[in-house]
C-alpha cells in the first residue's frame, strides 16, 4: 500500500536585509513503502534583495523520524548541502517503513553567493506521511490430493497469492517426501512429478514488494496405481 507523502516548504520568522528570502513551495508525492524523497535545487529557491543567487542549504533542526541524507550519509546540523548536490540528487529523505500517520518536520537557512552568509529567516520542511501498515500475502496452495505412479506421478499444482501490494517471489518448496521433479518452482501453476509412493508435502511461499512472506501447504498422497488408492500410501 503506497503512502501519500506531502513534503512542504514554509518561509517562518522575519525577512532580514541581504538574507535571502525564502520562497515557499508546497510538494505532494505518492511513495511505495521503504521509498525515500529525492530532493530538487528548485524546492530551495531563494533570493535576496541585492540579487545573489542561493547557494547552499543547512538544516538547525533535523526531523526526529524521518532521516535526511547526503550522499547517503544521514546529516547532521553542521552539514552543507550544496546547490550541486541537490542538483545532482545527493539529498534524500528516507521515510520510516515501519510507521504510518504521522507528521515531521525539519527547519532550514539559506546561504547567499554575495555575502557567504546564512539567512537570519529560516524555512520549515514538513512531512505528512498517511498510510496503512502493510499485510501478508493471502496464499492457497490448493486442496490435497491423490497422485499415481502409474500415471508418471504427475499432479498439477495450482496455487494462488494475492496482496495488497505485490506478490514479487513465488517459491513451491518440498517439506517432506520422496524423490521428485519439478517443472517451474517460481510459477503458481506447475507441474510436479513424484517419483515414489508416500505423502509428500509442498509449500507455496509468496513474498511480496515489501518483503512480507506467507505460505500454505498441501500434501499430495502418492500410490502406485489406482487400484491401491484405498489403501495406506506407505504400504
Not at 34 to 48: A, R, T
Not at 186 to 210: E, M, P
Amino acid at each position: 500500500m503506497a503512502k501519500t507523502v506531502i513534503v512542504e516548504l514554509i518561509e517562518v520568522g522575519d525577512i532580514v536585509f541581504n538574507a535571502p528570502i525564502i520562497n515557499v513551495k508546497d510538494l505532494n508525492k505518492h511513495l511505495p513503502q521503504k521509498s525515500g524523497y529525492v530532493f530538487k535545487w528548485y524546492e530551495f529557491k531563494g533570493y535576496d534583495r541585492e540579487g545573489d543567487a542561493v547557494m547552499s542549504v543547512k538544516f538547525t533542526k533535523l526531523p526526529s523520524k524521518v532521516v535526511l541524507k547526503l550522499n547517503g550519509v544521514t546529516i547532521t546540523t553542521s552539514t552543507e548541502i550544496s546547490k550541486g548536490d541537490l542538483k545532482l540528487g545527493r539529498f534524500t529523505a528516507d521515510i520510516p517503513a515501519s510507521e504510518f500517520d504521522f507528521e515531521d518536520y525539519g527547519v532550514f537557512v539559506l546561504k547567499d553567493a554575495g555575502s557567504g552568509l546564512y539567512s537570519v529567516d529560516s524555512g520549515r520542511l514538513s512531512f505528512v506521511i498517511k498510510g496503512r501498515e502493510n499485510t501478508a500475502p493471502v496464499v492457497n496452495a490448493g486442496d490435497d490430493a491423490n497422485v499415481v505412479l502409474s500415471n508418471g506421478g504427475r499432479y498439477e499444482l495450482n496455487g494462488s497469492a494475492i496482496d495488497d501490494v505485490r506478490v514479487t517471489d513465488i517459491e513451491w518448496r518440498k517439506m517432506s517426501g520422496g524423490d521428485y521433479t519439478i517443472e517451474d518452482a517460481t510459477n503458481l501453476k506447475t507441474t510436479v512429478y513424484l517419483k515414489t509412493k508416500g505423502v509428500y508435502t509442498f509449500r507455496l511461499i509468496a513474498t511480496d514488494s515489501d518483503g512480507v512472506k506467507a505460505y500454505d501447504d498441501i500434501v499430495l498422497n502418492c500410490y502406485t496405481s489406482y487400484t491401491s488408492i484405498y489403501s495406506s500410501p506407505d504400504e
